[in-house]
């Protein structure tokens, strides 16, 4: 069963505007991590969240947590077009060391 | 470094046939993966091996076997494939977490599996 679930489902954005993705999980979770996929590749490790951080940022990205909500959004701001990809979520269970779980994804889309 | 590496990249086989995916990583990693991903799905956890020497049920194991041939290379195996098994099949490797925090998960380029 997914754990992380993305909203929105596609996001299609101008160069130069910022781009929010949410995810929402059901259970206690160790982190979170934010993955992308471009099209027909592996995914890439974006940034991890841990269960006691807020906020986090890495270059054009902030990441924040609320456990209390059990959401996480993700923010990427003045996009490129080589930031057009699928964006997933992965939550590790509280208690583990190893097992993610992915949520669906959101496709965005940067127009140039 | 290579990081993950899978083999094939593509592979076309016909219901009942078998086959086994290759996986290895340069890494040092102690924890390797076998996910599934399917349009819509997102990626789903068919089997993990948290160290070498051992092996266990992800989310959606049903049809498959693994191997964890040594610390580098982890073997996906279908014994008899069905058309549902049709899917992209992606291997990871991470550390083991704990005081490094090292979470997060490399991936391979994927096997794109077509079952006809």
């Known amino acids: 069963s997914q754990q992380g679930e993305e909203d929105p489902q596609a996001l299609s954005i101008q160069e130069g505007e910022n781009a929010t993705m949410n995810c929402s999980y059901k259970t206690s979770i160790n982190n979170l991590q934010w993955y992308r996929q471009n099209s027909g590749r592996g995914l890439v490790h974006l940034i991890l969240?841990?269960?006691?951080?807020r906020e986090k940022h890495s270059g054009r990205l902030r990441v924040t947590l609320d456990t209390s909500k059990k959401s996480s959004s993700l923010l990427i701001t003045a996009s490129r077009a080589a930031d057009t990809a699928s964006y997933f979520c992965?939550?590790?269970?509280?208690?583990?060391?190893?097992?993610?779980?992915f949520g669906k994804g959101t496709l965005l889309t940067v127009n140039p | 470094n290579a990081g993950v590496t899978q083999t094939p990249k593509f592979q076309v086989l016909k219901t009942g046939q078998s086959m086994t995916l290759q996986c290895a990583q340069d890494?040092?990693?102690?924890?390797m993966y076998w996910y599934r991903q399917d349009p819509g799905m997102g990626l789903r956890l068919i089997y993990y091996s948290a160290s070498e020497g051992t092996t266990d049920k992800g989310e959606v194991p049903n049809g498959y076997n693994v191997s964890r041939l040594n610390k580098r290379e982890f073997s996906l195996r279908l014994e008899s494939a069905a058309p549902s098994q049709t899917s992209v099949y992606f291997c990871?490797?991470?550390?083991?977490?704990?005081?490094?925090?090292?979470?997060?998960?490399?991936f391979g380029p994927g096997t794109r599996l077509t079952v006809t």
């Open positions: 890494m040092n990693h102690n924890s």
């Open positions: 990871a490797s991470s550390g083991s977490g704990g005081a490094d925090g090292s979470y997060e998960q490399y």
């Open positions: 992965a939550t590790m269970p509280g208690g583990s060391n190893y097992k993610l779980t």
């Open positions: 969240i841990r269960s006691n951080e």
